[in-house]
């Protein structure tokens, strides 16, 4: 089995991906990032690599054949549109798309390009659903109804936010939390199958301030999360939430079929506790046990050293196996888009109280032509363009100029104060 040459775009994610790509025979023969610390960071360690400052440079490498986009959340687009056009497979971070415009844009590309296209959604991989997508798929549960998916993540230090969120032109400190939507959403999609194609949403208001917030560090947005519901093709309902900004850090999802439900419990990604209703338990099986799940034999030293619960190590797995065998990933541009979408047309229903979207299929051009020419956006992009639609329907929590400024200017009162 010949390796695969392997190109890592933006250092700050992708220099933990080494090992990753090594474990699943590949190879990292060129980096890409705009700052040169890092390309010399990169050079010391692995001195048989290629760095580059220039994208185009970059995928014009000698024999690169695949790339892995972990540049900024909202930019990875245009990116992958270029790769693709080369015919050089993607493997993209976070979302797809920061607007519905650039979801058909990315869906038309690949289409056109004899290359493949993959989401790197890392948490169906852990442990808990891996096992719960085997459960599911073993038709013990009967048909899914519904489903529940929670990624909790509050960023409240002073530290933290320094490192996440730099400045008031970064991406964190304009997105919608609902936009950060796969870590809740991908799990339920691999386990049942199911597409959603109609979501509406609430937002969860909650403001941060110096009192909650991190002292004098926070950011302007004040929705902590949404709850979004989603209408699937199977007619089972998810219920999920976006990046979430409150409780304690953990992730949790629920599967509840005709005849049981599934769930790890919180926090704890490496069980899953499975219950079965009175007059439907499977002979030999009790009605409800908690128990480990584990990896493959074969996968289980080197998912363990990788990062996200191991699911650092499966995406790669998968995508080098989707190229190796000439076949779509599970997580194509198709479902990386309709997670995209649920994003974006969720945020518009919080926006508006709970008013329902349809999702549009990608895969049909008559639905890819009422969005064609939607680039509303939440964030400022390369440009320095700036947002050209609200990130929170409370108009008096919409970033100013004043209030960036203000942010700012804490930053850089922290930074000195820790020299």
């Not at 941060?208 to 709850?227: C, I, K, Q, T």
Request: with cysteine; hydrophobic share 35%; aromatic share 12%.
């Amino acid at each position: 089995m010949e390796k695969i040459k392997f190109g890592i775009f933006g250092l700050g994610r992708g220099s933990g991906f080494y090992d990753g790509v090594a474990a699943n025979n590949g190879e990292v023969v060129a980096v890409c990032d705009f700052d040169e610390e890092k390309l010399k960071k990169a050079k010391e360690e692995h001195s048989e690599v290629t760095t580059y400052t220039d994208f185009d440079e970059f995928i014009n490498h000698e024999g690169l054949e695949a790339v892995f986009l972990c540049n900024y959340f909202h930019e990875h687009t245009p990116y992958a549109i270029k790769a693709l056009e080369k015919n050089i497979h993607v493997l993209s971070e976070c979302t797809s798309n920061i607007s519905m415009g650039e979801g058909v844009a990315l869906v038309r590309a690949v289409e056109k390009s004899k290359a493949f296209y993959m989401i790197a959604e890392n948490y169906p991989f852990m442990k808990c659903n891996q096992e719960m997508r085997k459960v599911y798929r073993s038709g013990v549960l009967g048909k899914a109804l519904f489903a529940e998916g929670e990624y909790n993540h509050p960023i409240v230090s002073q530290e933290e936010i320094n490192k996440y969120c730099p400045t008031s032109k970064h991406w964190r400190y304009h997105i919608p939390r609902i936009y950060y939507i796969t870590h809740s959403l991908g799990p339920l999609m691999y386990i049942t199958g199911a597409f959603p194609k109609r979501v509406t949403a609430m937002p969860i208001f909650g403001p941060l301030n110096e009192e909650n917030g991190g002292g004098s560090l926070y950011w302007r947005l004040p929705d902590r999360s949404a709850v979004v519901t989603c209408l699937n093709d199977d007619d089972s309902v998810f219920r999920v939430t976006g990046w979430s900004h409150f409780g304690g850090h953990a992730n949790s999802y629920r599967v509840c079929g005709e005849l049981g439900q599934m769930m790890n419990p919180f926090g704890e990604n490496d069980k899953v506790t499975l219950a079965f209703n009175k007059i439907h338990t499977p002979e030999g099986m009790p009605r409800e046990s908690t128990y480990e799940a584990d990896f493959e034999p074969e996968s289980k030293a080197a998912a363990e050293r990788a990062g996200h619960g191991g699911g650092d190590f499966f995406i790669v797995r998968e995508f080098f196996n989707s190229i190796r065998e000439n076949r779509k990933p599970l997580f194509d541009e198709y479902f990386a888009t309709t997670m995209a979408s649920v994003a974006i047309l969720g945020h518009r229903s919080a926006m508006e109280y709970g008013k329902p979207y349809d999702i549009p299929d990608f895969r049909k051009e008559e639905d890819r032509a009422l969005y064609e020419n939607d680039f509303l956006t939440p964030c400022y992009d390369s440009k320095g363009n700036p947002p050209t639609i609200a990130n929170t329907e409370r108009a008096e929590y919409i970033p100013t100029e004043e209030s960036m400024k203000a942010y700012d200017e804490a930053i850089a009162k922290y930074r000195a104060n820790r020299k």
